[in-house]
Antibody, heavy 118, light 112 residues
Framework: EVQLVESGGGLVQPGGSLRLSCSAS????????MHWVRQAPGKGLEYVSA????????YYADSVKGRFTISRDNSKNTLYLQMSSLRAEDTAVYYC???????????WGQGTLVTVSS | QSALTQPASVSGSPGQSITISCTGT?????????VSWYQQHPGKAPKLMIY???NRPSGVSNRFSGSKSGNTASLTISGLQAEDEADYYC????????????FGGGTKLTVL
């Protein structure tokens, strides 16, 4: 059974940093691109970042470029999102998502809430 | 990165059919057969319901179907049930952004 378990969310002050982790199991983690998608309270889904299966290619939404860094450790089956210079508008539930084919997200984690507030 | 356009809300009675539209451009919905649909219940993670325009993952009811015409994709739910009440999001591959995926703004389905 595929499982994606996020951790690392919490309350952080504006300008602060946070690192999210996503522990994956039930599939060959190193064979799949992985993604982060976020959802602000009461809002829709926003694609944040993506990383190729071997970590060699990364992609970021314009809204987080230069502030967030996606990475992965295939030996630990873990995906990361390092977030810095956090802003109030980064407040959201962050989902770790597995990509099946092309643009199909077949498995989602339960999400971790990041709240940026003073 | 512009979102795909979905109606904010739709509603229907149990047993009826409803259709949710998702309108994009030739750079996304109209140009590729890579449209997906996700169902999200309150407080839960999204769940894949349709991929590649009209394919259903294993375990998803055949009451859910997808189609596309031009720049507009559609999700149809037949035989509406109370548990279908949720938010629905479409997504598509896009060639007009550094990120390959664009989401719709979401549609709240109310079962009357």
């Amino acid at each position: 059974e595929v499982q994606l378990v996020e951790s690392g969310g919490g309350l952080v002050q504006p300008g602060g940093s946070l690192r999210l982790s996503c522990s994956a199991s039930g599939f060959t983690f190193s064979s799949y691109a992985m993604h982060w998608v976020r959802q602000a309270p009461g809002k829709g889904l926003e694609y944040v970042s993506a990383i190729s299966s071997n970590g060699g290619s990364t992609y970021y939404a314009d809204s987080v470029k230069g502030r967030f860094t996606i990475s992965r450790d295939n030996s630990k089956n873990t995906l990361y999102l390092q977030m810095s210079s956090l802003r109030a508008e980064d407040t959201a539930v962050y989902y770790c998502v597995k990509l099946a084919t092309v643009t199909t997200f077949d498995y989602w984690g339960q999400g971790t809430l990041v709240t940026v507030s003073s | 990165q512009s979102a795909l356009t979905q109606p904010a809300s739709v509603s229907g009675s149990p047993g009826q059919s409803i259709t949710i539209s998702c309108t994009g451009t030739s750079s996304d919905v109209g140009g590729y057969n890579y449209v997906s649909w996700y169902q999200q219940h309150p407080g839960k993670a999204p769940k894949l319901m349709i991929y590649d325009v009209s394919n259903r993952p294993s375990g998803v009811s055949n009451r859910f179907s997808g189609s596309k015409s031009g720049n507009t994709a559609s999700l149809t739910i037949s035989g509406l049930q109370a548990e279908d009440e949720a938010d629905y999001y479409c997504s598509s591959y896009t060639s007009s952004s550094t990120l390959p995926v664009v989401f719709g703004g979401g549609t709240k389905l109310t079962v009357l």
